[in-house]
C-alpha cells in the first residue's frame, strides 16, 4: 500500500509539473547582457608602442543582473589588443562598475567606468601576467549603440606595461 501511494504521489507530481511548464513561453536564446565593441587602441607606454604605434582593439562585456553598488551596473569586460590582426598583444580581463551621469536631450544616458583585473601581454613567444585597471566615460548614441573613451594601466609583465586610450564604439544586446 505503502508503495502505491508513494507512486501516486511521483507521478501527480510529475503530472502538475508538466502542465505548469506547458503554460510557460519558450525560452527567450537571444543573446542578453552583452555588448560587442571595436575601436583603436594607442599604446601610451614605450615599451608597448615599440610594438606598434596602434593597435585594433575589440572588447565584449558580460553585464551582471544584480549591481555591486547602487545606481550603475557591473559587468565583465575582455579586450584584445591586435598588432596587424595577427595576434593578440595584450588582452585585459576586468570587473567594472559603470555610473550613469544623466541623460542628455534625446534621453541618451552618459556615464563613466572603472575596473580593476588582469593584463596578459604577448609581445614575444611567452605570456605574463600583471595587475591593471582601466577606466573612461561613455555615451549611448542610440538604443544599443554606445561610444567610449577608455584607459588601461597595467603594471609591468614580461619588460611591456600594457598602458593604453581606446576609442571604441559598440552594441548592446
Known amino acids: 500500500m505503502r508503495r502505491i501511494i508513494s507512486a501516486a504521489a511521483i507521478l501527480t ?15 527567450d536564446t537571444s543573446p542578453n547582457n552583452i555588448t560587442i565593441r571595436g575601436g ?16 585594433a582593439n575589440i572588447g565584449l562585456e558580460y553585464n551582471f543582473n544584480n549591481s555591486l553598488i547602487r545606481g550603475g551596473d557591473t559587468y565583465l569586460s575582455i ?23 544623466g541623460t542628455n536631450p534625446a534621453g541618451r544616458r552618459s556615464y563613466y567606468f572603472i575596473g580593476i583585473g588582469m593584463t596578459w601581454t604577448d609581445v614575444t ?44 564604439l559598440g552594441y548592446r544586446f
Open 125 to 168: 613567444d611567452q605570456t605574463f601576467a600583471a595587475i591593471s585597471a582601466r577606466g573612461g566615460i561613455g555615451i549611448e548614441l542610440g538604443p544599443n549603440i554606445i561610444a567610449e573613451l577608455a584607459g588601461y594601466v597595467a603594471d609591468e609583465a614580461g619588460g611591456t606595461r600594457a598602458n593604453a586610450v581606446t576609442i571604441n
Open 79 to 101: 579586450d584584445a589588443f591586435f598588432k596587424n590582426w595577427n595576434g593578440v598583444v595584450a588582452y585585459p580581463v576586468a570587473i567594472n562598475q559603470r555610473f550613469y551621469t
Open 40 to 55: 583603436v587602441a594607442l599604446p601610451i607606454d614605450q615599451s608597448l608602442s615599440n610594438v606598434s604605434s596602434t593597435f
Open 13 to 27: 507530481a510529475i503530472g502538475v509539473c508538466g502542465v505548469a511548464s506547458a503554460q510557460t513561453s519558450m525560452i
